[in-house]
């Protein structure tokens, strides 16, 4: 390895974080027959999505979007906007998913997807 590469793989370890958050996210919603653990699933997935974009947002040396005399490279408030947008809409879908599954265990009682599957074509 060259150091150039090795400077890479050892300063960028949040896309690390991220790719295992989505591979954990990913592994509960496709594996999981629990549907409470392929909501809880769905939350880890969107956690590396915004782990992702917030890292991507980054700028080093970067200054607050407020212009002085100094001026500089600018953060752009853009990115960080939209995570906060998509962190409310991903808090009220998992609250509807989750009501959701209450009422389904009320009406069936069970949470299993095959169980349910099974009533569901009987």
């Keep these: 390895m060259t150091p150039l590469q090795l400077d890479l793989l050892t300063t960028h370890y949040n896309y690390y974080a991220v790719v295992l958050l989505l591979g954990i ?24 999505i915004f782990l992702f974009f917030i890292t991507l947002a980054y700028r080093t040396g970067g200054n607050p979007p407020v212009i002085t005399d100094g001026g500089g490279p600018y953060v752009s408030p853009l990115p960080h906007v939209l995570i906060l947008t ?18 389904i265990y009320s009406e069936y009682g069970t949470l299993d997807e095959d169980t349910l599957e099974q009533l569901y074509y009987d």
């Design 25 to 48: 996210g990913l592994y509960m919603l496709a594996e999981s027959a629990n549907l409470v653990k392929k909501v809880i699933g769905m939350n880890v997935f969107q956690t590396g």
């Design 86 to 103: 998509a962190i409310v809409v991903g808090v009220s879908l998992t609250a509807v998913a989750l009501a959701l599954i209450v009422r």
